[in-house]
Nanobody
Framework: QVQLVESGGGLVQPGGSLKLSCAAS????????VAWFRQVPEKEREFVAA????????RYADSVKGRFTISRSNAENTVYLQMNNLKPEDTADYFC??????????????????WGRGTQVTVSS
Protein backbone atom coordinates (compact mmCIF):
# COMPACT_ATOMS: atom_id res chain seq x y z
CA GLN A 1 0.00 0.00 0.00
CA VAL A 2 1.39 3.37 -1.04
CA GLN A 3 1.42 5.85 1.80
CA LEU A 4 2.92 9.19 2.69
CA VAL A 5 2.70 9.85 6.39
CA GLU A 6 3.32 13.29 7.86
CA SER A 7 4.32 13.85 11.46
CA GLY A 8 5.74 16.56 13.69
CA GLY A 9 2.85 19.01 13.76
CA GLY A 10 1.56 20.59 16.93
CA LEU A 11 0.98 23.77 18.85
CA VAL A 12 3.83 26.28 19.05
CA GLN A 13 4.14 29.90 20.12
CA PRO A 14 4.97 32.63 17.63
CA GLY A 15 8.70 32.67 16.98
CA GLY A 16 9.00 28.99 17.77
CA SER A 17 10.09 26.08 15.59
CA LEU A 18 8.75 22.76 14.40
CA LYS A 19 10.19 20.07 12.16
CA LEU A 20 7.79 18.12 10.00
CA SER A 21 8.59 14.72 8.54
CA CYS A 22 7.12 12.93 5.55
CA ALA A 23 7.84 9.22 5.45
CA ALA A 24 6.99 7.06 2.46
CA SER A 25 5.97 3.43 2.48
CA UNK A 26 5.20 1.34 -0.56
CA UNK A 27 6.74 4.11 -2.67
CA UNK A 28 10.31 5.18 -3.25
CA UNK A 29 11.22 8.84 -3.40
CA UNK A 30 13.90 7.99 -5.97
CA UNK A 31 13.67 10.43 -8.90
CA UNK A 32 10.57 12.08 -7.45
CA UNK A 33 10.09 15.67 -6.44
CA VAL A 34 8.60 15.96 -2.97
CA ALA A 35 6.78 19.05 -1.78
CA TRP A 36 4.96 20.48 1.17
CA PHE A 37 1.65 22.26 0.81
CA ARG A 38 -0.61 23.76 3.44
CA GLN A 39 -4.29 24.49 3.66
CA VAL A 40 -6.65 26.35 5.94
CA PRO A 41 -10.42 25.86 5.88
CA GLU A 42 -12.23 27.38 2.92
CA LYS A 43 -8.99 28.27 1.15
CA GLU A 44 -7.11 26.58 -1.65
CA ARG A 45 -4.11 24.42 -0.95
CA GLU A 46 -1.00 26.59 -0.90
CA PHE A 47 2.49 25.62 -2.02
CA VAL A 48 5.16 25.85 0.68
CA ALA A 49 8.35 24.18 -0.55
CA ALA A 50 9.64 21.50 -2.89
CA UNK A 51 12.84 19.56 -3.32
CA UNK A 52 14.18 17.60 -6.24
CA UNK A 53 15.67 14.12 -6.12
CA UNK A 54 19.23 15.35 -5.76
CA UNK A 55 18.56 18.08 -3.16
CA UNK A 56 18.80 20.84 -5.74
CA UNK A 57 16.90 22.62 -6.93
CA UNK A 58 14.64 23.58 -4.10
CA ARG A 59 11.80 26.04 -4.33
CA TYR A 60 10.02 28.02 -1.63
CA ALA A 61 6.96 30.18 -1.40
CA ASP A 62 7.88 33.81 -0.80
CA SER A 63 6.00 33.74 2.48
CA VAL A 64 8.36 31.15 3.99
CA LYS A 65 11.72 32.00 2.40
CA GLY A 66 14.42 32.44 5.01
CA ARG A 67 12.31 30.74 7.68
CA PHE A 68 11.60 27.24 6.33
CA THR A 69 14.06 24.68 5.02
CA ILE A 70 13.16 21.57 3.09
CA SER A 71 15.55 18.61 3.04
CA ARG A 72 15.46 14.94 2.26
CA SER A 73 17.11 11.71 3.27
CA ASN A 74 16.93 9.36 0.34
CA ALA A 75 18.40 6.57 2.42
CA GLU A 76 15.53 6.95 4.90
CA ASN A 77 12.95 7.72 2.18
CA THR A 78 11.91 10.76 4.21
CA VAL A 79 11.53 14.47 3.53
CA TYR A 80 11.67 17.11 6.23
CA LEU A 81 10.43 20.65 6.65
CA GLN A 82 12.23 22.67 9.29
CA MET A 83 10.07 25.63 10.22
CA ASN A 84 11.63 28.45 12.22
CA ASN A 85 10.33 31.80 13.39
CA LEU A 86 6.78 30.59 13.01
CA LYS A 87 3.99 33.12 12.67
CA PRO A 88 0.26 32.83 13.37
CA GLU A 89 -0.38 32.95 9.62
CA ASP A 90 1.57 29.70 9.26
CA THR A 91 -1.27 27.93 11.04
CA ALA A 92 -2.64 25.28 8.67
CA ASP A 93 -2.81 21.60 7.86
CA TYR A 94 0.46 20.65 6.19
CA PHE A 95 0.55 17.98 3.50
CA CYS A 96 3.45 16.31 1.74
CA UNK A 97 3.14 15.17 -1.84
CA UNK A 98 5.26 13.38 -4.42
CA UNK A 99 5.38 13.54 -8.18
CA UNK A 100 5.72 10.68 -10.58
CA UNK A 101 9.37 9.68 -11.22
CA UNK A 102 11.25 12.07 -13.47
CA UNK A 103 8.99 15.08 -13.00
CA UNK A 104 10.40 18.54 -12.44
CA UNK A 105 10.03 20.81 -9.45
CA UNK A 106 6.69 22.56 -9.44
CA UNK A 107 4.47 24.60 -7.15
CA UNK A 108 1.32 23.34 -8.89
CA UNK A 109 -0.49 20.77 -6.73
CA UNK A 110 -1.86 19.14 -9.90
CA UNK A 111 1.68 17.96 -10.70
CA UNK A 112 1.76 15.79 -7.58
CA UNK A 113 0.16 12.38 -7.77
CA UNK A 114 0.61 11.00 -4.25
CA TRP A 115 -0.47 12.82 -1.11
CA GLY A 116 -0.34 12.29 2.62
CA ARG A 117 -3.23 12.96 4.98
CA GLY A 118 -1.65 15.95 6.64
CA THR A 119 -0.46 17.13 10.01
CA GLN A 120 -1.83 20.14 11.83
CA VAL A 121 0.34 23.10 12.76
CA THR A 122 -1.03 25.76 15.07
CA VAL A 123 0.95 28.89 15.88
CA SER A 124 -0.61 30.74 18.77
CA SER A 125 0.26 32.33 22.06
Amino acid sequence: QVQLVESGGGLVQPGGSLKLSCAASGLSFVRRVVAWFRQVPEKEREFVAAIAWINEPTRYADSVKGRFTISRSNAENTVYLQMNNLKPEDTADYFCAATAPGAGVSSDPARYSTWGRGTQVTVSS
